[in-house]
């Protein structure tokens, strides 16, 4: 007599994480069409923006539903790097325009509260390192993708781990580890010993003068890291003595870049998927926006 046939248990959905902020930024600065209100006194592109690249990425760029959470920066998040160098970031303009996107950021998070998509923040800690918390603690067999434009994820990237960027052409929007050494010639194990020679212009952090991007991969060959290059004899000539002379900035530098994957998040993957997100149209319209 054949035994019953149990139900397989259900399949655990990916979790995508958003770099709330970087998404919001993307959609008010780059969104194809500017969106008003009916009577047109009201701007609202970053919000309308804000859910319709993230419908759009869901529904075209992952195979299934994922479970979603945004993650925002706090407003102090900044602070911990800042005490290592107060240049960190200093360059960002702080004025009217270059702030816009933040008028839309109550009523974001409205909408998300609205359509059932888990959402976080902490005063005191940036998106990068809450988003690489949550990959930690995220069980190793669940597939993670990461929604951002910031190649500071690259450094979290594994197997199982890739960085979701909307911005690249079709087919060539996920980025895994062969993506990034392709690239770079470096591993995600070593992006951060990479930017810390080459600098990252986008947070304020110049890198090693003297040192391109041909000349970091060369001296990271091998799957080296900054702490090696000394004993691998790679400082005693040419550029490497560059980095010789500099090494204590570009260990800073590193520790800058390096996401803090020990942050205390509040927030608890489901293990459900999110539910499907509505037209952004109807987000609008339900927040009494139109």
């Given amino acids: 007599m054949g035994g019953r046939v149990l139900p397989s248990a259900p399949q655990t959905p990916p979790l995508l994480l958003v770099d709330g902020h970087n998404l919001l930024w993307g959609a008010t600065f780059g969104f194809p069409a500017e969106i008003r209100s009916r009577d047109k006194t009201r701007l609202l592109t970053g919000l309308f923006g804000f859910f319709a690249l993230l419908r759009v990425a869901i529904r075209e760029d992952l195979s299934e539903p994922p479970e979603v959470i945004v993650v925002f920066d706090g407003q102090y998040g900044s602070t ?8 960190y970031k200093a360059q960002r303009p702080t004025d009217a325009a270059a702030l816009a996107p933040i008028q839309f950021l109550p009523d974001v998070k ?18 990068d390192d809450v ?11 669940r597939q993670i993708l990461l929604m951002s434009r910031d190649r500071d994820y690259y450094q979290l990237v594994t197997d199982r781990v890739s960085v979701l960027n909307t911005k690249m052409r079709s087919g ?33 952090i110049p890198g090693v003068r003297g040192i391109g991007a041909k000349t970091a991969a060369a001296l990271l060959a091998d799957g080296l890291t900054l702490d090696k ?57 339900a927040l009494d926006l139109w």
């Fill in 172 to 204: 060539h929007r996920h980025i895994g580890p062969a993506e990034v050494y392709a690239r770079y010639q470096v591993t995600p194990t070593q992006w951060a010993d990479y930017r810390a020679l080459t600098g990252d212009p986008a947070d304020n």
């Fill in 80 to 87: 911990d790097r800042q005490l290592i160098d107060p240049s």
């Fill in 110 to 127: 409205r909408g998300l509260d609205h359509c059932g998509i888990t959402w976080t923040e902490l005063d005191h800690a940036e998106a």
């Fill in 131 to 141: 988003i690489a918390a949550l990959v930690h603690t995220t069980p190793p067999s």
């Fill in 229 to 285: 290059l000394h004993e691998a004899g790679r400082l005693t000539s040419g550029r490497g003595k560059a980095v010789r002379d500099q090494f204590e900035l570009a260990l800073k530098w590193r520790d800058m870049i390096r996401l803090d994957h020990t942050t205390a998040v509040a927030v608890v993957p489901t293990q459900r998927a999110s539910p499907d997100l509505p037209r952004p149209a109807d987000v609008v319209e």
